[in-house]
Nanobody, 128 residues
Framework: QVQLVESGGGLVQAGDSLRLSCAAS????????VGWFRQVPGKEREFVAA????????YYASSVKGRFTINRDSAKNTVYLQMNSLKPEDTAVYSC?????????????????????WGQGTQVTVSS
């Protein structure tokens, strides 16, 4: 079992940066791929980024590539999402998720159904 808690959301202006954290507990987290998703009311959850358990493979949605960076600190059982050059369209509830999958390619973890555990989410609001 893995428990995930996100933090770091807030209200910022366009062009600003935020760093989200996904803190995990549970002995299997270090062996799990972790992804970030976002969702706005009335829309489906959207993939943002994923990182494999080793950290060697990373995959981004095209909408955030070059602006967002995902990384993990295994010693702290935490995965981060650094978000730069934020845009109003980045406004959403951001959630992290952990997957028990065995693939070593982060692109294998781009769908909601690839994940087994989810956090509650943190709100990110970007004003224009």
């Amino acid at each position: 079992q893995v428990q995930l808690v996100e933090s770091g959301g807030g209200l910022v202006q366009a062009g600003d940066s935020l760093r989200l954290s996904c803190a995990a507990s549970g002995r299997t987290f270090s062996n799990s791929a972790v992804g970030w998703f976002r969702q706005v009311p009335g829309k489906e959850r959207e993939f943002v980024a994923a990182i494999t358990w080793s950290g060697r493979s990373i995959y981004y949605a095209s909408s955030v590539k070059g602006r967002f960076t995902i990384n993990r600190d295994s010693a702290k059982n935490t995965v981060y999402l650094q978000m730069n050059s934020l845009k109003p369209e980045d406004t959403a509830v951001y959630s992290c998720a952990a997957a028990r999958g065995l693939s070593s390619s982060a692109s294998s973890y781009a769908r909601v159904r690839d994940y087994d555990y989810w956090g509650q989410g943190t709100q990110v609001t970007v004003s224009s």
